[in-house]
């Protein structure tokens, strides 16, 4: 049997760039399958956070359409000073209880007002403490909505749907952990972007520490162009070729290498900060990406000012690339850019529980969307059953009517000899007896079709029949009532006296609703007093958050036979 395949797009949108991927998993091994960039213009997003929308959705319909990407559903990711990652212990709660949970102790520890945080929790370990409390220590990932609420406009705008809003960082460590290699210890990935740098430290690919730093590879580029009285592009072209020769060159080195001190300071302080954190070990290595990262000399400073091995982190070493149409220099060159956002195109491992800070409000009107369309597919495979199970009476009743109308043509042409005749007379009696054999068979007919036509005229607007089940019973009076329940007081007159007071069949039906209890009770009132049909008894009501359901069971009045019985009596 073929491994299953699992195929995502990953969109990120830093301070410079758009980038998408579109990555499968089969049978544990990644691929990328496309990869598209487009920049953006200048400032048009800020330490993260989308200033220009319209820009942004602009240049995401541009990376789109030039990369030839056609699925719409995307996992965005999110960076910035306004999302963040904090450990949390807490009381033991079940993984279902988590979020709302976590969203109670997070005040102490979110820097940012209750009523603008994003939430999101994943369980790291159960720990205990010494007086026995079973405690949990959960990963929290929170945002600012100022910061979410922008990068979904944009993509909406673009017409793109967010299946799930990530952390950049935790896309970090899908992205350059190998679980067949493994870390060894802490390792500290350190992403520098155009403007922002995040560092996140993990241990076998689960995340400790996160921090974000206002600075990036643009504050090089704006001291180069500073030093050489250079526009930003031409300065970003220095920067690039800092390891070739010239005046110029050595005097935007001595720039850059003054304006990265303060960078790798900070790099090595937040990686000396978590090795002295209770219970936490020292970092073993520093895996560094991102555009900034390509520095000329960046690494060798790095690695005099701390005891971790620094190595170049490379998200496309462990994936297949054979789809790109990339020359290997080219790969090699994209290869510290596209961290972010092939992490972001990666699932996390099996029993995982996922970051995800989509707005819930967005959440609800997608299960609200889910349970409509479930509805809606029930309701259609009820109504093609029941209209397929008619189909077959229909073909049972033609059949009889057929038999009985070469009955009845043979009972008229005895019936002109039955007077003199002893012989013809005999005739006769066999042929009402068979003409007997036909009439149980018109007796016992319901006519389906009108009785579900008349049940959807009798249910109130607002309900929703999920499923029903019915069953011919021998004409009889009409199952007494429940005590207590409503009883028909007004019926309107029929031709056919008594039938009102006669049961033909049992429904069984299943009513869902999202419009509360009271339509409940309308429901009720409409059927008590519905001339087709009688109210027996319902189930208990079950109800959540949006939506009421309850089962109940109905008889059918006379009201609704099919009269045809009378065509096929036999004249004498």
């Known amino acids: 049997m073929a491994a299953k395949s699992s195929r995502r797009i990953g969109l990120e949108i830093s301070n410079s760039a758009v980038r998408i991927a579109e990555v499968s998993v089969s049978g544990g091994r990644a691929k990328l399958l496309n990869l598209g960039q487009v920049r953006l213009p200048p400032r048009s997003v800020v330490d993260g956070a989308v200033v220009d929308v319209l820009a942004v959705a602009g240049a995401i319909e541009r990376c789109m359409k030039e990369g030839g990407f056609t699925i719409k559903e995307v996992h965005l990711g999110?960076?910035?000073?306004?999302?963040?990652?904090?450990?949390?212990d807490m009381p033991h709660v079940p993984d279902s209880e988590l979020d709302a949970a976590v969203r109670l102790q997070a005040l102490d520890v979110i820097p940012f007002p209750a009523e603008k945080t994003l939430l999101s929790a994943r369980p790291l370990e159960d720990i205990t403490l010494p007086d026995g409390t079973s405690m949990r220590r959960v990963l929290l990932a929170a945002a600012h909505r100022d910061l979410v609420d922008p990068l979904l406009e944009a993509i909406t705008t673009a017409g793109l749907v967010a299946l799930s809003v990530d952390l950049a960082s935790t896309a970090l460590v899908r992205a350059l952990y190998d679980p067949a290699v493994g870390s060894g210890g802490p390792e500290a990935i350190v992403s520098i972007g155009s403007g922002l740098t995040t560092i996140v430290v993990h241990e076998d690919g689960v995340p400790h520490f996160v921090r974000t730093i206002a600075e990036g590879g643009d504050t090089i580029t704006a001291a180069i162009a500073g030093a050489l009285d250079l526009p930003m592009d031409d300065a970003e072209s220095t920067k690039r070729n800092l390891d070739s020769t010239g005046p110029h060159i050595r005097a935007a080195a001595a720039a850059a290498q003054d304006a990265a001190a303060s960078l790798i300071?900070?790099?090595r302080s937040s990686v000396d900060y978590y090795s002295t954190l209770p219970g936490r070990h020292e970092v073993?290595?520093?895996k560094l990406t991102g555009g900034g990262s390509r520095l000329a000399g960046l690494a060798d400073r790095l690695q005099q000012q701390t005891r971790a091995e620094v190595?170049?982190?490379s998200a496309l070493a462990r994936l297949d690339v054979s789809s790109l149409s990339l020359s290997p220099d080219d790969i090699v060159r994209r290869d510290p850019l596209v961290?972010?956002?092939?992490g972001l195109g990666l699932p996390d491992p099996p029993g995982v529980k996922s970051l995800d800070l989509l707005p819930p409000e967005i959440?609800?009107?997608r299960r609200q969307h889910t349970v409509e369309r479930t509805v809606i597919a029930i309701a259609i495979v009820i109504v093609l059953a029941l209209a397929g199970l008619g189909a077959l009476r229909y073909l049972d009743v033609r059949n009889a009517e057929n038999q009985s109308t070469a009955l009845s043509q043979q009972i008229t042409g005895l019936n002109a000899q039955i007077a003199s005749e002893d012989k013809e007379a005999r005739t006769y009696s066999e042929i009402t007896g068979d003409a007997a054999s036909v009439v149980p068979v018109l007796s016992r007919e319901v006519d389906w079709p009108l009785v579900l036509s008349d049940l959807a005229k009798a249910t109130p607007t607002?309900?929703?029949?999920?499923?029903?089940?019915?069953v011919w019973t021998p004409p009889a009076a009409p199952v007494a009532p429940v005590a207590g329940a409503p009883t028909t007081t007004t019926l309107p007159p029929t031709s056919?006296?008594?039938l009102e007071n006669i049961s033909i069949a049992n429904l069984s039906i299943t009513i869902s609703t999202n419009q509360g209890f009271a339509y409940f009770r309308t429901w009720l009132q409409a059927m008590s007093t519905s001339p087709q049909f009688r109210y027996v008894a319902y189930s208990s009501i079950s109800h959540t958050a949006s939506t009421v359901t309850w089962s109940a069971t109905l008889t059918v009045l006379g009201t609704v036979q099919s009269g045809r019985l009378q065509q096929f009596e036999v004249t004498k």
């Open 311 to 313: 190595v170049a982190g």
């Open 496 to 498: 056919q006296a008594g």
């Open 78 to 88: 999110a960076a910035g000073l306004r999302a963040i990652t904090r450990e949390l």
């Open 284 to 286: 073993r290595r520093v």
């Open 339 to 342: 961290s972010t956002v092939v």
């Open 265 to 267: 300071a900070e790099i």
């Open 462 to 470: 607002g309900g929703v029949v999920t499923s029903i089940s019915g």
């Open 363 to 365: 959440l609800a009107a």
